[in-house]
């Protein structure tokens, strides 16, 4: 009981679920048409959140509900013409035993605003997409590969693994975890001021900036500019290591 309190109390804190009454059992599934530049915004409680680019011209969504208690669960919808907004509705008081499972194929070469793809119990997963992205989880691992333009990622505790093939549009990139790696390979045409920090563990770039390590104590860290810096990305962790390696 106390698991699922723990999880409920940090999706309010997150803004990620209200309780509600009780749900309908049965898996979701449902198709939209949003334009490029339109906003996506999934957020879960228990479970993982899969973003995936295919060649459609329509975002279908699938949702999977799984556990004792599945039946209990309600999936939230507040999409419309240009916001794809997905949750989850927990019973109110109900010591519910159950998580759902989110994947969402979008067009992958329509610029979108992954405005917020989240979620407290579960992994993150973005692959094969074009715009700006938001990633995150409490716990669980974030992964973000072969997409085009902005991203930013973050979990406590967990590992962050990102693999931009193309920087797209203007804005700061940043990648942290408290307890995990976090590893971002960027494109060789990386623009950017660069900070990299982590308290406990190793430091790795393959781009020319500069490391430094204290002769006494810990921590590593590492500055510098590439390019022309028109960007800024930082890679942090406490307890992990840090990498950016060249695409």
């Given at each position: ?122 992994n993150v997963e973005v692959r ?5 992205i938001r990633a995150e989880s ?57 900070e990299m920090s982590t308290v ?48």
């Amino acid at each position: 009981m106390r698991g699922i309190v723990v999880r409920i109390s940090l999706a309010a804190a997150l803004g990620m679920v209200l309780p509600a009454g009780l749900g309908v059992a049965q898996d979701f599934q449902k198709s939209y048409v949003i334009p490029a530049g339109g906003v996506i915004r999934v957020a879960n409680v228990s479970g993982g959140v899969k973003i995936v680019g295919h060649n459609d011209s329509k975002i279908v969504v699938l949702a999977f509900k799984e556990g004792r208690d599945r039946d209990l669960l309600e999936i939230e919808d507040k999409s419309d013409a240009d916001h794809l907004v997905l949750g989850v509705r927990y019973p109110e008081k109900h010591n519910c035993n159950a998580n759902v499972n989110f994947e969402v194929r979008v067009p992958s070469s329509t610029n979108y605003n992954f405005d917020r793809i989240a979620s407290v119990s579960g992994n993150v997963e973005v692959r094969n997409v074009t715009g700006q992205i938001r990633a995150e989880s409490v716990s669980g691992d974030v992964e973000i590969s072969d997409v085009t333009g902005l991203v930013s990622a973050r979990t406590v505790s967990g590992n962050v693994e990102a693999r931009i093939s193309k920087l797209q549009g203007t804005g700061d990139m940043r990648f942290d975890s408290i307890s995990g790696n976090v590893v971002v390979t960027a494109p060789t045409s990386l623009d950017a001021d660069v900070e990299m920090s982590t308290v406990s563990g190793s430091l790795k770039t393959d781009f020319p900036i500069e490391v430094r390590e204290p002769r006494y104590g810990p921590g590593r860290s590492a500055r510098g500019r590439v390019g022309s810096g028109s960007h800024s990305l930082r890679i942090t962790t406490v307890s992990g290591r840090v990498s950016l390696i060249r695409g």
